[in-house]
């Protein structure tokens, strides 16, 4: 009886034990890639059919979890502060919403499996992180808008951006702002571009 009553109370002080550490534990917050722009394209049109592919990001970045850059090579991955999706899928979500809303394109598609589109618009992103702490913090991006004909893979057009933005909020969430604003900024601009590119009209995938 007195084994059993010890083997209770060993049991009642862990479950109490795991209580107190889990409420103490830091909560999980989620993220999302969202435009925020303000350009104004108004009368810019593109009459060709696009397809948004998942972006092609670099495989250090394209996982759930933030990436902090600390001084020199190190990284960590922050397992509070997670993507809602991977960054590959968040960013092509963001380019297929923002693409669509704004009606240039004669149509926006996302699946790539059976796309009739004439044009495959792609981001590819080599740095997406956020430098903390040892100095201000910051976003850092290094990627490229591109567009290349379906039907053979020919680069249409490409726009490389490599930014760095001083943050005023110590925060992944300062950080996804930025984010969420330079691809926004540079997504219109990209868009704004091509409606002085002369695309070949029925050239799309058979």
Known sequence: MRSLIRAVTVVGIF?????????????????????AGEANLEGVTVPYSVVVPDAVVA????RRQIVQRLTGPRLRYLSSELWAVTPSGAIADMVYDRARALEVFSTVERDTRRTTAEYRLTVVVDTLEYFCCDADPEARLTFALRL????????VLDRHVRETVI????SPL??????????SRELDAFIAALAGVELEP???GE
């Open 148 to 155: 290349e004909r379906e039907r053979d893979g020919t680069v």
């Open 202 to 204: 029925g050239s799309g």
């Open 15 to 35: 479950f109490v034990l795991a209580g107190c550490f889990s409420f103490g534990a830091d909560p999980t917050y989620y993220y999302v890639i969202e435009y």
């Open 174 to 183: 300062g950080f996804v702002i930025a984010v969420s604003e330079v691809l």
């Open 59 to 62: 495989e250090v970045y394209n």
């Open 167 to 170: 943050l005023t909020e110590k």
